[in-house]
């Protein structure tokens, strides 16, 4: 036939030609774990290693919790609040080695960061069943046994809590978790991964084939979405101080405590921080809410490394000057 190509050119042609690269293998799960939803995405040349990953990533996360739960009473974390006031006590690493890290987070946020918050955190609980506001009295002796500098942690790993001390690591567990967890997906040959704890405290490294980064919708503190970010190679923390609140003698408070005052925050907020690891971009994205946009972006500002996002009750946003940039910010509002 006129203009068909012969039998050699095609036979050519095809030994020519490179073969088309396998695509990479993706597994992916969900489980309950540290009183939300993980899920864990990873991406790699083996589908069999990463089924296998995935396991180990959440045993691990089930190992830490059970170390770091303050509501459990024979947790590490629990023994210690017991212990508190009687002296050193031996933990283990991990959780020596993030109170550590708490307490100079602490320093760090000008105390608007602490986990010695937990005699607050029972003071405001017992006032929400009993649907009374403290009085001055037990809020003042609430605060008298809040402060992170007040942590010891030995060389040997051994740690101390003064007395009537409680350490809560809610605000920061999560995050610590996730870092814990990447060190373990070299084994795997794991090209990239998105790890994420209920869309609160997410780490994102590398990218899914064919984009820049892990596309993220971030929701608007009073329903739908402010917009979407691509992150990559970076932590996010997201953190609103209504997450959960209560009402009491007709005020409306926050879940979110100011550990220098004691009181619950009242003014409805959401912070969004990248940072270079997620246990940082946690406890920033709480101190952001406390400290409030001025004095919250700057310190965020001044961090390397990290970009912050505050959001009010309408959507109006205030951001850290490379927030746009490192995160590839996309408004859904005109406002965000």
């Not at 990873?42 to 509501?71: H, I, K, N, Q, T």
């Not at 869309?199 to 993220?216: M, V």
């Not at 979110?256 to 690891?277: F, M, N, T, W, Y």
């Amino acid at each position: 036939m006129r203009g068909a190509p012969s039998l050699a050119c095609v036979l050519v042609a095809l030994a020519c030609a490179s073969p088309a690269p396998e695509p990479p293998a993706t597994a992916s799960d969900g489980r309950q774990a540290m009183g939300t939803v993980l899920e864990l995405t990873l991406v790699g040349p083996d589908a069999e290693a990463l089924a296998d990953a995935l396991a180990r990533l959440f045993a691990e996360v089930e190992r830490l919790e059970a170390l770091l739960s303050d509501w459990d009473p024979a947790s590490e974390v629990g023994r210690l609040n017991a212990s508190a006031g009687r002296g050193r006590r031996s933990v283990a690493p991990e959780v020596a080695e993030l109170l550590g890290r708490s307490r100079a987070l602490t320093r760090l946020t000008h105390g608007s960061f602490d986990v010695t918050v937990g005699p607050l955190v029972a003071l405001w609980r017992e006032a929400g069943l009993r649907a009374e506001l403290p009085t001055r009295a037990a809020l003042a002796s609430a605060l008298r046994r809040v402060g992170g500098e007040g942590i010891f942690v030995g060389a040997d790993g051994s740690v101390a809590l003064p007395e009537g001390a409680s350490v809560t690591l809610g605000g920061v567990a999560k995050g610590y978790a996730l870092d814990r967890l990447l060190p373990l997906l070299g084994a795997a040959r794991v090209e990239a991964a998105l790890l994420s704890f209920g869309q609160s405290s997410t780490w994102a490294l590398g990218a899914p084939p064919g984009a820049s980064g892990w596309r993220l919708l971030a929701r608007a503190p009073q329903g739908g979405f402010a917009g979407v970010l691509t992150l990559r190679d970076r932590a996010l923390s997201v953190s609103g101080s209504f997450g959960s609140f209560s009402e009491i003698e007709g005020r409306r408070l926050g879940h979110v405590l100011d550990p220098r005052s004691g009181e619950p925050l009242v003014e409805e907020s959401e912070a969004l921080v990248v940072a270079p690891d997620a246990t940082l971009a946690e406890a920033l994205s709480k101190a952001l809410l406390v400290l409030g946009a001025r004095e919250g972006i700057a310190l965020v500002d001044g961090l390397p490394g990290c970009e912050a996002l505050l959001l009010d009750a309408r959507g109006r946003g205030r951001r850290t000057r490379g927030w746009d940039a490192a995160v590839a910010w996309e408004p859904l509002g005109p406002q965000a």
